[in-house]
């Protein structure tokens, strides 16, 4: 690096093999006492500091403060340098005086052994626009890396399940996170936070958990909302990949298992000014560990495993959005209960096929179920416009909309409802569980058993049934206005 040399009128009356000590004593001039020597500090510490020992040519400045001379020198941290004090009197309007007492109107070079020419004669050109002496230019100052640190996760969780039990490690793999705080212009307020959802995943992109924490009650901050854990993940170029080392899963297609219930929080650091009033804020460096009153039921159509967050933490810079429609409390509705019943999945194409489960393995999700038999001509055409509907859906990246089929226990040929389906569920109904008279038993009048095939039926998220579509009671359908029906289901607000 290149030292900028700042010339200052210094007479030495002694030399110290690179340092430079205090100007010798001398008569008065231009009204300032002469400055007597000045002692030689220690070393160098920290930039600027007093008293330490001056080498290589660093300038030093002189200051009238509190009625006394003294000379500063500037040091990088690091270098030798020397401070020297002369302790004469002035005045705070007296120009820099040099060892002899006269004006400084010049200045010999300090040169790189830290030595000057005492015998040098002084410059009595004018004064450049420069000459006031100024310190080295500083290097830049290391502030760390640049841009915020990755959110890490640290630990794993422990599940049991087709009676082993298995890990999932995510140790040291990036998380991805979505916070939101309410925007406050209170100089001195905190913002509070309205949502957290946290993922992380193995490199390979398997084994993906999500976790999601909401408004609770006043004064209980962010609470446990929802988990889902992907034992198969559905690929982007087609296909499925299994998370490794976890149970073979009997199903096929993708696996998430969703959580039932559950009770945690999150401790949310605070966010104070400026962060709680801007728009995207970086809480750096904090530390997230959800906690679970007790380990929750995570739940794929007929199987579940209990999830336990103990072992997982995360780590690192967290971003956050700022709104001033962030809502940061929340009084829950009560969960309304959806009808209870499991029968069998007989869709090949279906996730769930084969395998035993209810309405509530799409809890958390708008849900339109149709009553259809497998030999009604309508019922075809509506399992048909089911099917559609739910293509229509995902097309549109609603992924929380359900199209559920609940076939007659009066069957003749299961497979002609199969051949207008790809993949939504056909739950086969028995004598003995009767899902169709528990779906119908609110609306029950003059039509019963096969006569209240058409039917349909829509819930929202919560369990609250939001739509009834009465059956004509001869096997005839209005295909439009079921659609319609259909339709104010899915397109429903949360």
Known sequence: MLRKF?????????????????????????????MPGGAVGTACATEG????????????????????????????????????????????NDPPTDAGGTPDSGASTIDGAGSADPGAAKDTAQPQPDAQPKPDAQPPKDTGPAGPQPLVAMGSFTASIDGGTYTVDYAGQ????????????????????????????KPDGTCRLDLVFGPGPPGQGLVFKSAAFHARQAQDGGGVKDCAGWTKEPA????????????????????AQPGAGQSKATLPDVTLQPTLAAPVTMKFLGRSFKL?????????????????????EKVEPPKVALPEFALQDINPGSAGYNTIYGLKAFAG??????????????????????????????????????????????????????????????????????????????????????AIRNSGFGYAKDGTEIMY???????????????????????TAD
Request: charged share 10%.
């Open 308 to 328: 336990d967050l103990a072992g997982l933490t995360f780590g690192g810079d967290l971003q956050s959005a700022g709104s001033a429609q962030t809502v940061c």
């Open 252 to 271: 096929s297609g993708a696996v998430v298992y969703q959580s039932v219930g559950g009770t945690g929080a999150i401790a949310m650091p605070l966010l």
């Open 49 to 92: 500091q007093a008293g330490c020992t001056f080498a290589n040519g660093h300038a030093v400045t002189e200051s009238c403060t509190g009625g006394t001379w003294t000379q500063v020198a500037v040091c990088e941290t690091g270098s030798p340098c020397v401070v020297t004090t002369v302790g004469a009197a002035c005045a705070v």
């Open 6 to 34: 700042l010339k200052i009128a210094i007479f030495a009356a002694a030399l110290t093999p690179a340092c430079v000590g205090g100007g010798g004593a001398g008569g008065g001039g231009g009204g300032a006492a002469a």
């Open 469 to 491: 579509f009465a059956p004509s009671g001869t096997g005839s359908l209005n295909l439009t206005a079921f659609q319609q029906a259909a339709e104010k289901v899915i397109n």
């Open 365 to 450: 999700k708008r849900i339109v179920v149709a009553l259809v038999s497998d030999w009604c001509n309508s019922c075809l055409a509506q399992v048909k416009l089911m099917q559609q509907l739910q293509d229509t859906a995902a097309a549109q990246g609603k992924t929380d909309v359900q199209m559920v089929l609940v076939a007659d226990k009066q069957k003749s040929n299961p497979a002609n409802l199969v051949k207008q389906v790809k993949n939504i569920p056909i739950l086969q109904d028995t004598a003995a569980v009767n899902a169709w008279g528990k779906l119908n038993e609110k609306h029950a009048g003059k039509n019963t058993g096969s």
């Open 174 to 201: 990036v998380a991805s996170a979505l916070a939101a705080h309410k925007l406050t212009t209170n100089p001195i307020g905190v913002a509070c936070f309205g949502k957290l959802q946290l993922s992380v995943q």
